[in-house]
């Protein structure tokens, strides 16, 4: 039995830290808004002078062929890793484990150099490929553990009724599998429009193709003490990722959670 | 364990197109900047080999063996005081099971998934000259510690270090407030029949229940902490001086400041090689049970 005093005890450290954790980030929205006198005036003048409809396009782009590609590779790819026995099999998988822990800082430099020998710096392309490598490092161990999880007799019953292993994938395993999925493309969403360092190393004199993160810190440069600029800026960045996250949580968490579970 | 399943060749195919892209994106530019790494190179003229010189210069260059020292600064901060303050308030709240739990973790995750520029732009207003953490000093009568706390030499490390505890506190906390549902509550009734006071029972049930959780955490705090690019360029880029340089903003800083692409590739590979090695040992440690 806890008491009453636990119990209160235990909601006043739990709020104590959610008022923590979202100060900074109301401090922003309050400053963006020009709190108490509620005015949308440095949103739309940030989203003038910091090209922001430009670098928000950019992002979209970005992230959407990333999660497309990503995420078909990783289902492929962590079917047959998942399901299928063939030489080779357990040492692909942790090819492809090891990659969850090369840090971006470890291979940023020389992919600058080759992107830049065969003309892909400064190309969406070229931010998009390295991005698709590391999801599909997350979205391998991911597919793969759902694979192995989802039930032997599905896969069985439809290999009896004669299906092949493209039909078993496509109309049983992928429909039944869809919050794995969902997981799946909600972080590397995430990712993926949050990633910094391979824009700006990758990036680099093409304004046009900047991305919101990148084209905020360039904001942000020009306009050092501006603050009330500076946060409007900041929350037409992140509130995209802010907003899906407040539906599908659940998912955020158990995602980025898993990233250090070994089997 | 095998995979379940009969052998199938046509699994190669459905692994070759991830594995493409994975090898000419994320292996390929692993091994060429093991290769740079072994040369020394500005990036524009022929490199000269340089065999280990430039790891021999990563860890003898004062400078940059400043870097590693004060990323160990951070990993206080980034893992150790997140893991140590959310494991102490979880273990005491261990015992109660509060309602809203749904919420209470949505908002203390929060800042995981919030874009670090952004929250590089929050801090840097909180640090500023009349940002709230002076004006609390002024407020209660000490304007004279009032500083500009991300430019001060002593305090600009320690304030980056804290604005990294604040993003993975919530992290730590939402793992064990996971891990601590799943213990059994007769574990705890036995531990009190028994006469277990708090610090016995903290020590007989609560810290093996979390075991798994607390390497959960970490890992994952400590990589961040040595993943802190973002924040380090973001907030201070190193500076002042070089107050807060780590290795993460030095593989970026010795490319495109002073061109020094084989030393800059050599700190790459070893931050990977740390990451590598202390994620070997948490898992060594936690798995290794008494």
Redesign the interface.
């Known amino acids: 039995m806890?008491s009453r005093a636990?119990?209160l005890?235990?909601?006043g450290?739990?709020s104590l830290?959610?008022v923590?954790?979202?100060f900074?980030?109301l401090?922003?929205a309050a400053?963006a808004f020009g709190l108490p006198h509620l005015s949308f005036g440095a949103f739309t003048e940030a989203w003038r002078r910091g090209h922001f409809a430009r670098y928000l396009t950019n992002s979209l782009i970005v992230v959407t062929v990333v999660v497309i590609?990503a995420s078909v590779?990783?289902i492929?790819?962590g079917?047959?890793?998942?399901?299928?026995?063939?030489r080779g099999?357990?040492t692909?998988f942790y090819?492809?484990l090891a990659?969850l822990?090369?840090?971006?800082?470890?291979?940023?430099?020389?992919?600058?150099?080759?992107l830049r020998s065969v003309g892909l710096d400064n190309t969406l392309p070229g931010l998009m490929?390295?991005q698709?490598?590391?999801s599909?490092?997350f979205?391998?161990f991911w597919m793969r553990a759902y694979f192995?999880s989802a039930p032997?007799s599905l896969?069985e019953a439809s290999r009896i009724d004669g299906a092949s292993?493209w039909t078993t994938l496509r109309r049983v395993l992928v429909p039944v599998g869809r919050p794995a999925i969902l997981t799946m493309v909600v972080l590397i969403a995430?990712w993926t429009?949050?990633e910094?360092?391979l824009a700006?190393?990758i990036i680099n004199s093409s304004e046009d193709l900047r991305t919101?993160?990148l084209g905020?810190?360039i904001f942000?440069g020009q306009h050092q003490?501006e603050?009330q600029l500076?946060?409007a800026?900041?929350?037409i960045?992140?509130t995209p990722?802010?907003l899906v996250?407040?539906f599908l949580?659940r998912h955020?968490?158990a995602g980025?959670?898993s990233?250090?579970?070994?089997? | 364990?095998?995979?379940?399943?009969?052998?199938?060749?046509?699994?190669?195919?459905?692994?070759l197109?991830?594995?493409v892209?994975?090898a000419?994106?994320?292996?390929?530019?692993?091994l060429?900047?093991a290769y740079?790494s072994l040369f020394h190179w500005d990036?524009l003229t022929v490199g000269t080999w340089a065999g280990l010189g430039n790891y021999a210069e990563a860890i003898g260059d004062p400078q940059l063996r400043g870097s590693f020292w004060h990323a160990a600064v951070l990993l206080i901060f980034y893992a150790v005081l997140p893991c140590c303050i959310a494991f102490v308030?979880v273990s005491?709240?261990s015992?109660?099971?509060?309602r809203g739990m749904?919420f209470?973790?949505?908002?203390?995750?929060?800042?995981?998934?919030?874009?670090?520029?952004?929250?590089?732009?929050?801090?840097?207003?909180?640090y500023?000259d009349h940002g709230?953490i002076n004006g609390s000093l002024r407020f209660a009568g000490l304007g004279g510690l009032t500083r500009g706390w991300l430019g001060d030499f002593t305090w600009a490390l320690p304030s980056v270090g804290l604005i990294g505890t604040?993003v993975e506190?919530?992290?730590a906390?939402?793992?064990f407030l996971?891990g601590v549902q799943k213990i059994p509550r007769e574990l705890y009734e036995a531990a009190r029949v028994d006469g277990a006071g708090a610090v016995r029972e903290f020590f007989a049930v609560t810290l093996p229940g979390l075991r798994r959780e607390l390497?959960?955490a970490l890992?994952?705090t400590t990589?961040a902490a040595?993943?802190n690019?973002?924040l380090i360029?973001?907030t201070t880029s190193g500076g002042p001086g070089d107050a807060t340089k780590v290795?993460?903003y030095e593989?970026?800083n010795r490319?495109f400041n002073t061109g020094e692409?084989g030393l800059?590739?050599a700190?790459?590979?070893t931050?990977?090689i740390i990451?590598?090695a202390i994620?070997a040992v948490i898992?060594r440690v936690v798995e290794g049970r008494p």
């Open positions: 806890t636990e119990r005890g235990t909601y450290v739990l830290f959610a923590i954790a979202v900074p980030l401090a922003v400053q590609v590779l990783s492929l790819a079917y047959a890793l998942g399901t299928m026995e063939f099999a357990t692909l090819v492809f990659g822990m090369v840090p971006t800082e470890a291979i940023v430099i020389p992919l600058y150099f080759d490929l390295p698709i490598a590391q599909v490092s979205g391998v192995r032997r896969i292993s995430m429009w949050n910094f360092l700006l190393v919101a993160p905020l810190s942000q003490t603050y500076l946060m800026g900041a929350l960045v992140a990722v802010v996250y407040v949580q955020f968490i980025m959670l990233g250090a579970i070994k089997e | 364990m095998s995979p379940p399943g009969e052998p199938r060749r046509i699994g190669y195919l459905y692994v197109p991830a594995f892209v994975y000419l994106f994320l292996l390929w530019p692993l060429h900047g740079l990036g308030l005491i709240m015992r109660s099971r509060p749904t209470f973790r949505t908002v203390l995750f929060l800042p995981q998934v919030v874009a670090m520029v952004a929250v590089a732009v929050a801090w840097q207003w909180i500023s709230p604040w506190i919530g992290l906390m939402v793992l996971a390497a959960i890992t994952l990589v040595l993943r690019f973002d360029y973001l290795p993460a593989v970026y490319t692409v800059a590739c700190i790459g590979i931050i990977a990451v590598f994620t898992n």
